[in-house]
């Protein structure tokens, strides 16, 4: 019932920045903690960064993996209902494609994935 939709994603080269966003026609994100996570060919997939709920209690409320802090910054547009991931200073490691998630309710939910990739 949850639909979560991912974009922005293509092939850049070392170094160039992409957009990466997520939104959903069924849920009010806001309401609900949403993360990025990512998956490369042979890989397990990580998570990437998390920002909470607007209403939640919790001191820390946006995370990031050591991989890419200082380069992405995740946030939220609640007029276009859209979580955004701005990924900077991408790095060949970077590649993945790249998922939206979303716990509601105590279920877990998933968006397609864009691809990201970053070669020379």
């Known amino acids: 019932q949850v639909h979560l939709v991912e974009s922005g994603g293509g092939l850049v080269q070392p170094g160039a920045s992409l957009t990466l966003s997520c939104t959903a026609s069924d849920l009010t994100l806001d309401y609900y903690a949403i993360s990025w996570f990512r998956q490369a060919p042979g890989k397990e997939r990580e998570g990437v960064s998390c920002?909470?709920?607007?209403?939640?209690?919790?001191?820390?409320?946006?995370t990031y993996a050591d991989s890419v802090k200082g380069r992405f910054t995740i946030s939220r547009d609640d007029a276009k209902n859209t979580v955004t991931l701005q990924s900077n200073s991408l790095k060949p490691e970077d590649t993945a494609v790249y998922y939206c998630?979303?716990?509601?309710?105590?279920?877990?939910?998933w968006g397609q994935g864009t691809q990201v990739t970053v070669s020379s």
């Open positions: 998630h979303a716990y509601v309710r105590g279920w877990h939910y």
């Open positions: 920002i909470h709920s607007r209403f939640s209690t919790s001191e820390r409320s946006i």
